[in-house]
């Protein structure tokens, strides 16, 4: 008689396929591509936070805080998987 298939929690979820290496983008594709998407994305949120609130009265260092807070957020979602979406494939090519 067969037995049921039970997964135990002490089991991995996930199983590798085999023990080849990620492939590696770039380097200069990866500068690249985080200047084209850091830069205009800082200049955004900069000008919108100067027309949202008194930026001039709160310190520059505050300032700048708030802005690359809220750039880092949105590069982790949704820039970056966006980004990665349009030219991922041509990042690894060599």
């Not at 080849?20 to 200069?28: G, L």
């Amino acid at each position: 008689m067969k037995q049921p298939n039970i997964k135990s929690d002490s089991e991995p979820s996930v199983k590798l396929v085999s023990n080849t290496t990620p492939q590696k983008p770039i380097y200069w594709k990866q500068v690249l591509i985080t200047t084209l998407t850091v830069y205009p994305l800082l200049m955004i949120i900069q000008w919108l936070l100067n027309l949202l609130t008194p930026m001039q009265s709160i310190p520059k260092e505050l300032a700048v805080l708030i802005a690359v807070s809220a750039v880092a957020a949105l590069m982790v979602f949704p820039i970056m998987p966006l980004t990665m979406k349009f030219v991922g494939s041509w990042l690894y090519k060599k």
